[in-house]
């Protein structure tokens, strides 16, 4: 197995490097220590054909030129959304940036998604090689309370699984909940789009939202509808439906479920044509499933394919989002000098 360094660009003057991590397989996860970035993932398909399986680019001036879809980087302080950006902890109003609208997302205009991360190449260890990102968030960073020292590794090992560890301590009462936000797209270096990706999750529950794409607060049982992906599910059977969910949320997914159960493949996602499957399993309470309803808005490539919506989804494995508001949900606060600490791994395999 092995770490390769390379230079990727400069952000203000400052170097940002590319980390490819590669294991006896040929597999190899490329990231960089902007926004801890996965920028490509070449995978195996049926045949043991290594594809990019993400949606990435190649330059740092593309990923700041198109950073709304939060291609691969992990997002933070708190994934998702909060209404109007304000909350209220021990009696002390905070307000966050608002950037989407009235609303804070991912962590605001920069974020963990929009800056440099120091780096540091893990030990190597037998059936495993790593790297760890580090960052400081300083106390009113966004307008988030708390002075916040993050970490993110990034593990590979000889059994082709990626596992993403998050470590965070604050020294003061705060909320933290950080998620990787890749674009999966199993066809291989973006051949097709993701509408005839099968995916299982192991969720009976799913939050519904509203036309701000904020929780409603009501949790829905996915009995009967497009949400139920317990038995496997193709994405296009719930984007062409008519659903008043998928309507608003510009005709796709862009939900959180709740998890049934952790550490027990919770989720699959499979593409027949070529075979890979994507196997999850976290400790977090739930997933995002976003389906790239989006991506189509502007027009860019990406390595040389049009953007268009369906072109890769995302599986957010992380704590709901909004739940300052909604006290019924899986809580995001994080206390003074308690230690953070979310685990997801991903198991890339084939149906061989
Ligand atoms: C997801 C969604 C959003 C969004 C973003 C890029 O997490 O919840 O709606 O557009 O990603």
Redesign the pocket.
Known sequence: MEIRKELFGYKHNQPVYLFKLRNDHGLEISCINYGCIITEILAPDREGKLENIVLGFDSIEEYERHS???FGAV?GRF???IKEGRFTLDGQEYQVTKNENQNH??GGNKGFSKVLWDYNVGEEKENEISIEFCYFSPNGEEGYPGSLDVKVIYSLTNENELIITYYGKSDKKTLLNMTN?TYFNLSGDLKRDILYHELTIKSDTFIELDRE?LPTGNLIDVTGTVFDFRMGRKIITGVNSTHPQILL?NKGY?HPFLLNTNHQQEIILYDKESGRKLVIETDEPSV?L?TG??LGEQRYKIRNVNSKNYLGL?L?TQAP?DSVHHPHFHSSILNENNIYRKRTKYLFASDK
């Open positions: 709304s879809p939060y997002v994934a998702g959304r997302l991912h936000h794409l949320a862009d995002v976003y309803n989006k995302c957010e989002p």
